[in-house]
């Protein structure tokens, strides 16, 4: 056994590309909370924002985010069979499970929804999914998943797509992978020198075992 014994993975961009349904209800969701609805373009360019600095940028409250996600929650369960995993998903966590180490997602969207997508011969070699948090609010599930784990934070990996996500390990005391594929460009991580970055599965599979 390596470095980690255990990886903890947020799911949203990071096991399942749900980046174009993220475009495709944004302004949908704009229109119903009463924030500013975005092109095509602005939606690109902030992508290499931190989430704080989008909401500003967008009008949306601090106090208003929890029922803009419940929303979004909603609607992706109500369409969650448009909503894939990534290719390599599969095989990674066959690879990493195979591999003994043990498995977690902590995620914003519902529980409920990560199941479904990931079909019960994937959700097998997952040991918990915690779900349902703020963006802002995944440290203290973080902390409780080691918990239930028995994991060490010198053992345990946190791997997202977000900025938010790294802080959210840092405020853990867990380290941090970038992954390259998705909401956030792996540039936005640069500043914050994250343990990993990951360019894709097979690189995210190869570092883990490696450490």
Known sequence: MGRYTHLLFDFDGTLADSFPFF?????????????????????????????????????????????????????????????HLFDATDATLRSLHEAGL????????????VHRLLGPER?????????????FGKRSRIRRVMRELGAAP???LYVGDQVTDLQSARRAGVAFGAVG???????????????????????????????
């Not at 009463?34 to 409250?61: C, E, K, N, Q, Y």
């Not at 043990?102 to 969207?109: D, F, M, P």
């Not at 959700?123 to 963006?135: F, K, L, Y």
């Open 23 to 83: 475009v495709t209800v944004f302004n949908q969701l704009a229109a119903r909370h009463r924030f500013t609805a975005l092109s095509p373009a602005d939606i690109d360019r902030l992508r290499h924002l931190d989430a704080r600095t989008v909401m500003r940028h967008v009008g949306l409250p601090m106090w208003r985010l929890p029922f803009v996600a419940a929303d979004f929650r909603r609607l992706m369960a109500k369409t969650s069979q448009n909503i």
């Open 102 to 113: 043990q498995l977690a997602v902590v995620t914003s969207n519902a529980p409920a929804t």
């Open 123 to 135: 959700a097998r070699v997952i040991a918990r999914v915690d779900g349902g948090s703020s963006i």
């Open 154 to 156: 010198e053992r345990t």
């Open 181 to 211: 594929w998705g909401y956030a460009p792996l540039a936005a991580f640069a500043p914050h020198a994250p343990e990993h970055v990951f360019t894709d599965m097979s690189d995210l599979v190869h570092q883990v075992l490696a450490a």
